[in-house]
């Protein structure tokens, strides 16, 4: 059977890794998060005592960095040998992984490596520029997006969850923060590619959000499974509306 590329891009909280992640599961693909990645330098940068703000350093440690994943048990990350799953969301990483990524030579290292591991094709991958930079050509492109009181909402959850609780105004000033640095920063800015397919989940929950993503991959598997001479014109299918006024 064919596989296909699936990028998803997003800002934080807007629900794309958790959706990102049964997706693949669902199809027998990998995951690609690549925000854990540049988490991972970032880890790498606190623990190494660099100063975030020291670009050549943080380049360098970035050039160093062993980052593996293990896609056999729920996603793991492993840096230079040790599993960093949990370490790389703390607060301090989420606090400094917007500068650490706004470094060129930084994303030039971590572009690279997730080419190379998405050239395998059946592959879904989930970030901030995947769309827009990293596979521009993938076979279907994702965009979500969340009103931002409810982003932090989630986020204040999944902060509980591993023991940090935070008021939501903090939650909220943080996302922002994160929001408006991703996207304003002048290599690969957080954006919609042209051709993606906006999905706002504030209402949705991860099952509808999932199910409404496999609507487009099944029309789009479908038709690449199948010649398209003498195929049923499917009225809603990818192949005669462009995706965007799909809802
Ligand atoms: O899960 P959450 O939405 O908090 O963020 P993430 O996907 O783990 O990404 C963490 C940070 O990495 C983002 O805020 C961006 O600064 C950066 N990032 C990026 O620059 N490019 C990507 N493709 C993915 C993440």
């Given at each position: 059977m064919k596989k296909i590329l699936i990028a998803i891009d997003g800002p934080a909280g807007s629900g794309k890794s958790t959706t990102a992640k049964l997706i693949a599961r669902k199809l027998g693909y990998i995951h690609l998060d690549t925000g854990a990645m540049y988490r991972s330098v970032t880890l790498k940068v606190l623990e190494s005592r660099v100063n975030p703000a020291d670009e050549e350093e943080?380049?360098?440690?970035?050039?160093?960095?062993?980052?593996?994943?293990?896609?056999?048990?729920?996603?793991?990350?492993?840096?230079?040998?040790?599993?960093?799953?949990?370490?790389?969301?703390?607060?301090?990483?989420?606090?400094?992984?917007?500068?650490?990524?706004?470094?060129?030579g930084v994303r030039k290292v971590m572009v690279d490596k997730q080419r190379e591991i998405g050239s395998q094709k059946g592959c879904v991958v989930d970030g901030r520029d995947i769309g827009t930079v990293v596979f521009p050509n993938a076979d279907l492109k994702f965009f979500m997006i969340a009103d931002v009181m409810e982003r932090a909402r989630r986020r204040q959850a999944e902060l509980s969850e591993s023991g940090t609780e935070l008021p939501?105004?903090?939650?909220?000033?943080?996302?922002?923060?994160?929001?408006?640095?991703?996207?304003?920063?002048?290599?690969?800015?957080?954006?919609?590619?042209?051709?993606?397919?906006?999905?706002?989940?504030?209402?949705l929950t991860i099952e509808e959000q999932v199910a409404k993503i496999l609507t487009f991959v099944d029309d789009l598997l479908m038709m690449v499974q199948e010649p398209?001479?003498?195929?049923?014109?499917?009225?809603?299918?990818v192949l005669n509306r462009q995706g965007k006024d799909r809802k």
């Open positions: 943080v380049v360098r440690l970035a050039e160093e960095a062993d980052i593996v994943f293990d896609n056999d048990n729920g996603l793991r990350v492993a840096l230079d040998g040790e599993d960093v799953t949990e370490k790389i969301r703390s607060e301090e990483v989420t606090k400094n992984v917007s500068l650490v990524s706004s470094y060129p939501i105004v903090k939650v909220v000033h943080d996302l922002k923060d994160r929001d408006m640095k991703d996207s304003t920063r002048e290599t690969s800015p957080l954006k919609k590619a042209e051709d993606a397919i906006e999905i706002d989940t504030t209402n398209v001479v003498g195929r049923r014109y499917q009225e809603g299918s």
